[in-house]
């Protein structure tokens, strides 16, 4: 079973940058789509971005664009979220997910999720 661990999340500033990353144990699937959801308390999950297994970007949320960046990290197997102006609506767990399928994986259904990392951004 593979296993995806993140890691970055903190507590921040208004204006600051965190860096997330995801270490998947395996290659997930055959060409996997990553991404990362967040859910803020009270709130449902939402898709944050999404990428091919290349890097390629395939999905950025409309509040992401221009902030966050979505990538593959120099490790192997990693995926990289850079979050820069960060704000306090940015608080929320942060999630990293695969699957074979990006229809499913936008919609939140994929079969591979890591346990989530929390951020923090104070105003």
């Known amino acids: 079973q593979v296993q995806l661990v993140e890691s970055g999340g903190g507590s921040v500033q208004a204006g600051g940058s965190l860096r997330l990353t995801c270490a998947a144990s395996a290659r997930p699937t055959i060409n996997p789509t990553m991404g990362w959801f967040r859910q803020a308390p009270g709130k449902e999950r939402e898709l944050v971005a999404a990428m091919k297994w290349s890097g390629e970007p395939i999905n950025v949320a409309d509040f992401a664009k221009g902030r966050f960046t979505i990538s593959r990290d120099s490790a192997e197997n990693t995926m990289a979220l850079q979050m820069n102006n960060l704000k306090p609506e940015d608080t929320a767990v942060y999630y990293c997910?695969?699957?074979?399928?990006?229809?499913?994986?936008?919609?939140?259904?994929?079969?591979?999720w890591g346990q989530g990392t929390q951020v923090t951004v104070s105003s």
């Open positions: 997910t695969a699957d074979r399928l990006q229809t499913k994986l936008v919609l939140g259904r994929g079969d591979y």
